[in-house]
């Protein structure tokens, strides 16, 4: 593959994928360049070690494993467990653009959770995936997927809300 072919390929991939990261990177992250720096980082990582995928599903499954494992390296780096308050940034940003009120709440609800199990919340609820396919994705196990799920579900009841549907996104 020629160059002309890898920056043409590098673009697709920006393209088909970088909104879906950004959600999920922005989530976790609670800052949008410091969302940017992990995307860039993780498209980096795509361009420089040029793996081999069998199939779109296994390309989209790698770019969130990694964009997820740089999202936590990044926060714990910068032990930025405190955060911004969703209100503070939330006009500055798309993820909210087009949610009512019911669906901002759930996502300030996720927004608070910690990243173990935000991943697999965003996953699942946000993001659409199956408790077997959120397994490989972070490469633990469906008992652990479905623990944290879990886990997140009593933390938001916990907080005087039910979590049984997912944030729709237009």
Request: hydrophobic fraction near 35%.
């Amino acid at each position: 593959m020629n160059q002309e072919e890898r920056n043409a390929s590098l673009e697709r991939v920006i393209e088909n994928y970088s909104n879906m990261l950004y959600k999920i990177c922005f989530l976790m992250l609670k800052n949008e360049q410091d969302t940017k720096d992990v995307l860039q980082e993780t498209f980096l990582a795509y361009m420089t070690k040029r793996p081999h995928f069998h199939s779109e599903e296994h390309k989209k499954a790698w770019l969130i494993k990694v964009s997820q494992n740089k999202c936590r390296e990044f926060l714990r780096f910068h032990k930025m467990h405190a955060g911004i308050p969703l209100d503070e940034v939330e006009e500055s940003i798309k993820i909210t653009q087009g949610l009512d009120m019911e669906d901002r709440e759930k996502l300030e609800l996720i927004w608070n959770l910690n990243s173990k199990l935000k991943s697999v919340v965003i996953l699942y609820y946000v993001e659409g995936y199956s408790v077997k396919e959120i397994s490989a994705i972070l490469n633990i196990s469906e008992c652990a997927v479905k623990k944290r799920l879990q886990r997140a579900r009593e933390i938001l009841s916990k907080l005087g809300r039910s979590y049984d549907e997912g944030v729709v996104y237009e």
